[in-house]
């Protein structure tokens, strides 16, 4: 059973608000993926992370940051939302070089942005 | 480019066989996944493929060949929870998951 966990699962704001949406694994997975996936479409990467202190962007431009202070702790900020930011926001994990480079998703935050 | 293709939509009858093909062209290879997604849910593990040929697991059955950029995903007795989308990933010289669109399986009774 994997392990990790997105809060909120459902977001529903306004025009120009800051949000973070957050992202925690209980795995110790030193890998750690942001991806954004609208309604029957297909994943696209926006942020990933290798280790403490290590942030890339992925192929999909997007105007969020990410962090990553703590091995467990992956979380994706939006400082101006906007309707365009409306989608499902898929948080994942994969474990290191010994083990299957399987990635494990949380549920997801489904963000509406008005 | 890095490309994966894989029908849009597929319909089979419970009970039946349905094969879900996808072939890539990618920038290396270190193996390919097939993820299970139910709608409005994340992504689940199916399969990892990495040498040629097939791996049997359950009802589910995942083939690859590395030569043709190709691979399968077989789905025996089907059951109507096996709706859902199926999405074909696979692992670029970069470690990183390059993801299909995702194939949508309809189940009729």
């Known amino acids: 059973e994997a392990d990790i966990y997105q809060t909120p699962r459902y977001l529903v704001i306004g025009t120009g608000k800051k949000i973070t949406l957050e992202c925690s694994q209980t795995?110790?997975?030193?890998?750690m993926y942001w991806y954004q996936q609208d309604p029957g479409m297909e994943l696209h990467l926006i942020h990933y992370?290798?280790?403490?202190?290590?942030?890339e962007k992925g192929d999909l431009s997007s105007e969020s940051t990410v962090s990553r202070i703590r091995t467990e702790h992956f979380p994706l900020t939006l400082e101006s939302a906007r309707p365009s930011h409306t989608s499902q926001y898929l948080c994942a994990s994969s474990g290191g070089a010994l083990e299957l480079p399987e990635q494990f998703f949380g549920p997801g935050t489904r963000l509406t942005v008005l | 480019g890095q490309n994966i293709d894989q029908p849009t939509e597929m319909t089979a009858t419970e009970g039946a066989i349905v094969q879900i093909n996808c072939t890539y062209q990618t920038s290396g290879f270190n193996g390919l996944f097939w993820y299970q997604q139910h709608a409005g849910e994340a992504p689940t593990f199916l399969s990892y493929n990495v040498l040629d040929g097939l791996e049997e697991k359950g009802r589910f059955s995942s083939f690859l060949s590395r030569s043709k950029g190709y691979s399968y995903l077989l789905l025996k007795e089907l059951q109507m929870k096996d709706s859902a989308s199926y999405l074909c990933?696979?692992?670029?010289?970069?470690?990183?998951?390059?993801w299909g669109a995702g194939t949508k399986l309809i189940i009729k009774p």
């Open positions: 990933a696979v692992l670029d010289s970069n470690y990183q998951l390059i």
């Open positions: 795995m110790g997975h030193d890998k």
């Open positions: 992370s290798y280790g403490v202190n290590s942030t």
